[in-house]
């Protein structure tokens, strides 16, 4: 299996498992009332706010950390490449 392939296989499970996560957490979040779920939340305004909010921080976190980690990711291996180039 290519390099590439592995990648592509380890990001899918990656996500699957984060998904998961994910619902489990809002199943245990629901189930916690013997009422059941207060579907009247999903039409509440505030509620609908704070998902904006943290869906925007949640964006803008992963890309500021990819755009501050792609040059020193760059330069690294920039830096092997010469190393080996060099140890040879």
Excluded at 7 to 29: D, E, K, P, R, Y
Excluded at 41 to 63: E, N, T
Excluded at 68 to 75: F, V
Aim: charged residues 10%; glycine residues 6%; hydrophobic residues 60%.
């Amino acid at each position: 299996m290519k390099a590439s392939g592995f990648l592509w296989v380890a990001g899918w499970i990656s996500l699957c498992l984060t998904l998961l996560i994910t619902v489990l957490a809002f199943q245990g979040l629901i189930g916690f009332s013997d009422e059941g779920p207060d579907w009247a939340l999903l039409d509440d305004s505030y509620f609908h706010s704070i998902l904006i909010f943290s869906l925007k921080q949640a964006l803008l976190s992963a890309v500021l950390s990819v755009a501050l980690a792609w040059p020193i990711a760059g330069r690294f291996i920039i830096f092997l490449i010469y190393r080996l180039i060099v140890a040879f």
